[in-house]
């Protein structure tokens, strides 16, 4: 459903031990389709317990680090995540309840972080480049492991995965290379979002 609505990224704050093929094949065929999907690891602190469907699907797979960059003791840990992990912040997360805002920890809340970085940069990629360049989980996994900020052990790992995204050098390498390219026209599909700033500046100067 959400790949029908043109959505390019899409975060998924869930898991169990337990495999559902419906879900892992929901999750690959939007992967196909060109979307990034990113799933949470897990809670458990597990060394080789990565949960489902970030287990076995077509996908980033969200690690938990706190302000320190330090991984948290519950983020799981496995070869899915030295292969496909990436960390974003799931410590003392402020985040929405039913009686308002409080301090949430887990890698549910370092999967959306990831997520947002992505869109961020595919925003940036519309603004700078005229188009989204960045492409499914494989795309997504190649530009992070460009512009990343590497954690725990040099290299990738089984706990903090390939590192943390550096959203900004990626958004500066975008507004850099700007100059030696034409401009050409956003992609519809992004107009609202990518005209959100231009809103915003509206509205204060009323």
Request: a negative charge; one cysteine or more; proline letters at 4%.
């Amino acid at each position: 459903w959400l790949c029908d609505q043109g959505c390019h990224v899409i975060s998924l704050s869930l898991g169990s031990p337990y495999k559902s093929e419906r879900i892992v094949n929901a999750v690959n065929a939007a992967d196909n389709a060109g979307v990034i999907v990113i799933c949470a690891s897990g809670n458990d602190g597990q060394s080789n317990g990565v949960d489902y469907p970030a287990a076995e699907s077509k996908c980033l797979i969200g690690c938990a680090i706190d302000s320190k960059h330090d991984l948290a003791s519950f983020s799981d840990r496995g070869p899915q995540v030295k292969q496909r992990g990436v960390s974003g912040a799931g410590v003392r997360v402020y985040g929405c309840t039913s009686r308002g805002y409080t301090l949430m920890s887990g890698t549910s809340m370092a999967t959306p972080s990831i997520a947002g970085q992505l869109a961020l940069a595919i925003d940036a990629e519309i603004e700078f480049l005229g188009e989204q360049v960045t492409y499914g989980y494989q795309g997504a996994l190649d530009l992070i492991s460009k512009y990343k900020l590497d954690l725990g052990k040099k290299g990738n790992d089984s706990g903090y995965g390939i590192g943390a995204f550096d959203i900004y050098s990626y958004v500066k390498h975008l507004h850099e290379k700007q100059d030696d390219s034409p401009p050409t026209k956003p992609d519809p599909q992004w107009e609202t979002i990518h005209t959100f700033d231009k809103y915003r500046i509206q509205q204060r100067g009323k």
